[in-house]
């Protein structure tokens, strides 16, 4: 009896632990998102931008960090959901941008699901081969059908119209900028119940011994399907408010360039930690930004300083580091 009392005090005090981390990064989330609205008014643009690739970042990290599938070809859901929202509202005339995020959603899925059956039949570097292989098919269809994407030239005339009615997308961003935030944060939320659930463990076990879960009973196969049909979700979230929010689709949203930088942010944040995605495209992005403004002819030199510093003495990311760190402290005064 009190060793029932005792695995039951346990579980409740890591629920507690867990429900107190999710409230602590939801604050620390809208902590950033407004210090960001303060110090950067006229360029809400860019922060609405870093969550649309943050929603990118974090699908990769659903089957990259969490299912250990080698993917270099992510940003065809991403696309795929921005093409999806904005064919909704160029040729449909159907402007709602609740309706063109459902659109995008489905859109990401559908990709995700075709990306996974064809990924998943392959492992390790054959799997890379094969995801460039599909960004560049992808790529390849967006540019050919031309009279729906618009080709090189981009797929314009997307206007949504004011969310609920009342909320207009204005030349400032300050609409996309909280319609983004909203998502963000509501995504995040799901997935963190999304990998603590029992289908998320099964995903973990997956990527630490197929073959046990296999002998267990479980189909490894069809639950990476899975998770890469919810992954295309996520990141269509993600090219649904792109195009939303920038009225505008470029084949760049499907370039391999694109999917290349994905990976290299959740490598800096750390992978299966949807924090370290999160911090990772954070840190990227404004790198990025500070120093090709600051260098313009020198600053590729300065990022991939930073990557390979990150690689050799933080292997696991900034935020997987800064936690193994913050974590070992704990146990020493323990």
Not at 190 to 216: E, H, N, T, W, Y
Not at 273 to 296: K, R
């Amino acid at each position: 009896m009190a060793l029932v009392m005792n695995n039951e005090n346990g579980r409740l005090q890591h629920r507690r632990g867990a429900i107190g981390r999710d409230l602590a990064g939801i604050a620390v989330i809208t902590a950033i998102a407004a210090i960001g609205y303060v110090a950067f008014p006229d360029n809400l643009a860019l922060l609405t931008r870093m969550m649309t690739i943050a929603l990118l970042v974090l699908s990769l990290d659903l089957v990259t960090g969490y299912c250990g599938v080698a993917t270099l070809g992510h940003a065809a859901l991403f696309g795929a959901g921005a093409y999806a929202a904005g064919i909704l509202s160029a040729h449909y005339g159907i402007n709602d941008p609740l309706l063109m995020m459902l659109a995008g959603i489905a859109g990401g899925a559908v990709a995700g699901l075709f990306c996974g059956v064809v990924i998943l039949r392959a492992h390790g570097l054959p799997q890379l081969v094969l995801s460039i292989a599909l960004i560049n098919l992808f790529h390849e269809f967006a540019n050919k059908a031309s009279s729906w994407t618009g080709g090189s030239d981009g797929l314009s005339g997307i206007a949504p119209d004011p969310i609920f009615g009342i909320f207009e997308f204005d030349l400032y961003g300050q609409t996309a900028f909280f319609f983004g935030m909203a998502l963000l944060l509501a995504v995040f939320m799901l997935l963190r119940l999304l990998v603590r659930s029992p289908f998320g463990m099964l995903c973990r076990a997956i990527k630490q011994d197929p073959l046990r879960v296999r002998a267990m009973g479980a189909s490894p196969k069809a639950a990476l399907i899975s998770m890469y049909g919810i992954s295309g979700a996520v990141a269509g979230i993600g090219g649904a408010l792109n195009a939303i929010s920038t009225q505008v689709v470029g084949l760049d949203s499907l370039s391999f360039t694109q999917s290349a930088e994905a990976l290299v942010m959740l490598v800096l944040g750390g992978t299966g930690s949807l924090f370290g995605a999160l911090s990772g495209t954070v840190v990227f992005m404004l790198f990025e930004d500070y120093v090709s403004a600051a260098n313009p002819f020198h600053w590729l030199t300065m990022v991939g300083a930073l990557l390979i510093a990150v690689v050799l003495f933080a292997p696991k990311g900034l935020y997987g580091t800064a936690a193994n760190f913050i974590g070992r402290r704990r146990e020493q005064h323990s």
